[in-house]
Protein backbone atom coordinates (compact mmCIF):
# COMPACT_ATOMS: atom_id res chain seq x y z
CA UNK A 1 0.00 0.00 0.00
CA UNK A 2 1.45 3.64 -0.71
CA UNK A 3 -0.08 6.72 0.49
CA UNK A 4 -0.22 9.85 -1.44
CA UNK A 5 -0.12 13.64 -0.40
CA UNK A 6 -0.26 16.77 -2.84
CA UNK A 7 1.19 20.35 -1.73
CA UNK A 8 2.00 22.94 -3.29
CA UNK A 9 -1.31 24.39 -4.73
CA UNK A 10 -2.63 27.68 -5.26
CA UNK A 11 -3.73 30.80 -6.36
CA UNK A 12 -1.91 32.61 -8.93
CA UNK A 13 -1.65 34.76 -11.97
CA UNK A 14 -1.20 33.98 -15.12
CA UNK A 15 2.33 33.67 -16.54
CA UNK A 16 3.60 33.10 -12.60
CA UNK A 17 4.77 29.71 -11.43
CA UNK A 18 4.07 26.83 -8.54
CA UNK A 19 5.68 23.88 -7.77
CA UNK A 20 3.33 21.04 -6.85
CA UNK A 21 4.63 17.93 -4.39
CA UNK A 22 3.38 14.84 -4.04
CA UNK A 23 5.07 13.53 -0.55
CA UNK A 24 4.83 9.28 -0.70
CA UNK A 25 4.69 6.70 2.44
CA UNK A 26 4.49 3.34 2.16
CA UNK A 27 6.13 0.85 -0.13
CA UNK A 28 9.50 1.85 -1.35
CA UNK A 29 8.86 4.61 -3.54
CA UNK A 30 11.96 4.44 -6.04
CA UNK A 31 9.40 0.53 -7.81
CA UNK A 32 6.76 2.99 -8.47
CA UNK A 33 6.60 5.14 -11.58
CA UNK A 34 5.17 8.40 -10.92
CA UNK A 35 2.02 10.30 -12.47
CA UNK A 36 0.62 13.79 -12.80
CA UNK A 37 -3.20 14.00 -13.85
CA UNK A 38 -5.41 17.09 -13.70
CA UNK A 39 -9.22 17.34 -13.68
CA UNK A 40 -11.06 20.69 -14.06
CA UNK A 41 -14.20 21.33 -13.57
CA UNK A 42 -16.98 18.87 -16.11
CA UNK A 43 -13.97 17.25 -17.36
CA UNK A 44 -12.56 14.19 -17.75
CA UNK A 45 -9.04 13.87 -15.94
CA UNK A 46 -6.44 13.97 -17.76
CA UNK A 47 -2.75 13.50 -18.15
CA UNK A 48 -0.54 15.76 -17.55
CA UNK A 49 3.11 14.32 -16.93
CA UNK A 50 4.94 10.63 -16.09
CA UNK A 51 8.31 9.96 -14.78
CA UNK A 52 9.81 6.42 -14.63
CA UNK A 53 11.14 4.82 -11.45
CA UNK A 54 14.28 6.31 -11.89
CA UNK A 55 13.73 9.42 -13.26
CA UNK A 56 15.64 8.69 -16.59
CA UNK A 57 12.09 9.00 -18.61
CA UNK A 58 9.41 11.54 -18.61
CA UNK A 59 6.63 12.57 -20.74
CA UNK A 60 4.16 15.07 -21.17
CA UNK A 61 0.63 16.41 -22.68
CA UNK A 62 1.64 18.08 -25.34
CA UNK A 63 -0.40 21.18 -23.74
CA UNK A 64 1.49 21.15 -20.94
CA UNK A 65 5.36 20.45 -22.67
CA UNK A 66 7.93 23.02 -22.63
CA UNK A 67 6.30 24.63 -19.32
CA UNK A 68 6.01 22.14 -17.23
CA UNK A 69 8.94 19.63 -15.37
CA UNK A 70 8.20 16.52 -13.60
CA UNK A 71 10.81 15.16 -11.41
CA UNK A 72 11.48 12.66 -8.33
CA UNK A 73 14.06 12.48 -5.26
CA UNK A 74 13.55 8.92 -4.10
CA UNK A 75 15.77 10.02 -0.97
CA UNK A 76 13.09 12.09 -0.27
CA UNK A 77 9.94 10.01 -1.79
CA UNK A 78 8.98 12.75 -3.35
CA UNK A 79 7.86 13.62 -6.63
CA UNK A 80 7.44 16.78 -8.10
CA UNK A 81 5.64 19.28 -10.88
CA UNK A 82 7.15 22.36 -11.71
CA UNK A 83 4.65 24.53 -13.65
CA UNK A 84 5.83 27.73 -15.08
CA UNK A 85 4.19 30.21 -17.55
CA UNK A 86 0.91 28.91 -16.15
CA UNK A 87 -2.14 29.54 -18.20
CA UNK A 88 -6.12 30.23 -17.18
CA UNK A 89 -6.25 27.12 -19.01
CA UNK A 90 -3.88 24.77 -16.43
CA UNK A 91 -6.97 25.40 -14.06
CA UNK A 92 -7.43 22.38 -11.85
CA UNK A 93 -6.98 19.78 -9.09
CA UNK A 94 -3.89 18.43 -9.36
CA UNK A 95 -3.12 14.25 -8.43
CA UNK A 96 -0.38 12.21 -8.20
CA UNK A 97 -0.49 8.72 -9.25
CA UNK A 98 2.23 5.92 -8.26
CA UNK A 99 2.25 2.57 -10.47
CA UNK A 100 3.90 -0.52 -9.01
CA UNK A 101 5.99 -2.23 -11.40
CA UNK A 102 7.13 -1.86 -15.04
CA UNK A 103 5.97 0.72 -17.67
CA UNK A 104 5.23 3.85 -17.37
CA UNK A 105 0.82 4.58 -18.10
CA UNK A 106 -0.06 7.92 -19.71
CA UNK A 107 -3.99 7.13 -18.38
CA UNK A 108 -5.72 7.23 -15.34
CA UNK A 109 -6.08 3.11 -15.49
CA UNK A 110 -2.38 2.40 -15.23
CA UNK A 111 -1.80 3.90 -11.88
CA UNK A 112 -2.61 1.53 -8.92
CA UNK A 113 -2.84 4.61 -6.11
CA UNK A 114 -4.28 8.46 -5.99
CA UNK A 115 -3.68 11.31 -3.94
CA UNK A 116 -6.26 13.79 -2.88
CA UNK A 117 -5.45 16.30 -5.59
CA UNK A 118 -4.44 19.84 -4.99
CA UNK A 119 -6.62 22.84 -6.39
CA UNK A 120 -4.35 25.09 -8.61
CA UNK A 121 -6.51 28.04 -10.15
CA UNK A 122 -4.70 30.86 -12.20
CA UNK A 123 -6.84 34.04 -12.87
CA UNK A 124 -5.95 36.45 -15.72
Known amino acids: QVQLVESGGGLVQAGDSLRLSCAAS????????MGWFRQAPGKEREFVAAISWSGGSTYYADSVKGRFTISRDNAKNTAYLQMNSLKTEDTAVYFC?????????????????WGQGTQVTVSS
Open 97 to 113: AAKLGRGIPLVTSGYDY
Open 26 to 33: GRTFSWYA
